[in-house]
T-cell receptor, first 115, second 113 residues
Framework: GGIITQTPKFLIGQEGQKLTLKCQQNFNHDTMYWYRQDSGKGLRLIYYSITENDLQKGDLSEGYDASREKKSSFSLTVTSAQKNEMAVFLC??????????????FGPGTRLTVL | GDSVTQTEGQVALSEEDFLTIHCNYSASGYPALFWYVQYPGEGPQFLFRASRDKEKGSSRGFEATYDKGTTSFHLRKASVQESDSAVYYCALGDINMGYKLTFGTGTSLLVDP
């Protein structure tokens, strides 16, 4: 088995502040994802990284940057925090599933509050 | 683009009731379909997957059958328990859209003992 660790668990920032969320996985998975979870809106993909040196934008990438530092870690930066993006940010990983779409394993999330 | 529609935002049942959560999809290709479950304070967990028409996925007493004709993948369980209270997400993966999944908005299930 393995685990996904997200830090911090709770993140409080000021409007306009640059904030970084971190994710580590020990599954040895190739692919990692960042999602934003808003109440009533489900999960929306922000960025993903298919392999260690890859970075792909999701549907909600504006206002965010991402960095895949190594195979096991994937960071997300909120470039200028806004009050309307208070949400839970979920990191996930999977093997490189190809056509069969491997399951994604999720971390417990980082809850962002913007003051 | 691809989309997943879950019509029920919330479902309230009593223990041993029959559960149906509806999921319909729209995709340009031939997607794989998934159900994930999320318990309070945790990230979503994979429940099961189906990749072709008429295939049934199942796990922990839950099941769903891929129906290409009605573009549906409805989640069912014959007898729910209080421990099944959680948020359930339907999702699709379409090879034409790369390695990402498209999730529905989720259905919150509350089971009274």
């Amino acid at each position: 088995g393995g685990i996904i660790t997200q830090t911090p668990k709770f993140l409080i920032g000021q409007e306009g502040q640059k904030l970084t969320l971190k994710c580590q996985q020990n599954f040895n998975h190739d692919t990692m994802y960042w999602y934003r979870q808003d109440s009533g809106k489900g999960l929306r993909l922000i960025y993903y990284s298919i392999t260690e040196n890859d970075l792909q934008k999701g549907d909600l990438s504006e206002g965010y940057d991402a960095s895949r530092e190594k195979k096991s870690s994937f960071s997300l930066t909120v470039t200028s925090a806004q009050k309307n993006e208070m949400a839970v940010f979920l990191c996930a990983s999977s093997i490189l599933g190809g056509f069969n779409y491997a399951e994604q394993f999720f971390g417990p999330g980082t809850r962002l509050t913007v003051l | 683009g691809d989309s997943v529609t879950q019509t029920e935002g919330q479902v309230a049942l009593s223990e041993e009731d029959f559960l149906t959560i509806h999921c319909n999809y729209s995709a340009s290709g031939y997607p794989a379909l998934f159900w994930y479950v999320q318990y309070p304070g945790e990230g979503p967990q994979f429940l099961f997957r189906a990749s072709r028409d008429k295939e049934k996925g199942s796990s922990r007493g839950f099941e769903a059958t891929y129906d290409k004709g009605t573009t549906s993948f409805h989640l069912r369980k014959a007898s729910v328990q209080e421990s099944d209270s959680a948020v359930y997400y339907c999702a699709l993966g379409d090879i034409n859209m790369g390695y990402k999944l498209t999730f529905g908005t989720g259905t919150s299930l509350l089971v009274d003992p």
